[in-house]
Nanobody
Framework: QVQVVESGGGLVQPGGSLRLSCEVSTTIFSLYAMGWYRQAPGKERELIATISTSISGGVARYGDSDSVKDRFTIARDDAKNTVYLQMNNLKPEDTAVYYC???????????WGQGTQVIVSS
């Protein structure tokens, strides 16, 4: 069974930065497209960013939220089976549980992590 484990969340002051990590237990990470989502209390889960498989060029795409564009960056390291989300200039409205999604492109399967909590507060 593929396991997806997020880490790196925590409490940060407004204007600060965090880097989230997501490691996938698989020997074929290069065939997984990866994504980061978040869910704030009382809100629906929101797409932040996705990154295609390395074979497809590792192309990053960002969700429609203008609030994260230019502040968040997704990246992958296939040697470490890990995808990252670099978050800069954090704002209180970024407070949410952040989830990692691993999409196995060969079989169109999705695997989710348990989420990591990010709290932006002074």
């Amino acid at each position: 069974q593929v396991q997806v484990v997020e880490s790196g969340g925590g409490l940060v002051q407004p204007g600060g930065s965090l880097r989230l990590s997501c490691e996938v237990s698989t020997t074929i990470f290069s065939l997984y497209a990866m994504g980061w989502y978040r869910q704030a209390p009382g809100k629906e889960r929101e797409l932040i960013a996705t990154i295609s498989t390395s074979i497809s060029g590792g192309v990053a795409r960002y969700g429609d939220s203008d609030s994260v564009k230019d502040r968040f960056t997704i990246a992958r390291d296939d040697a470490k089976n890990t995808v990252y989300l670099q978050m800069n200039n954090l704002k209180p409205e970024d407070t949410a549980v952040y989830y990692c999604n691993a999409h196995f492109t060969v079989r169109n399967q999705d695997f989710w992590g348990q989420g990591t909590q990010v709290i932006v507060s002074s």
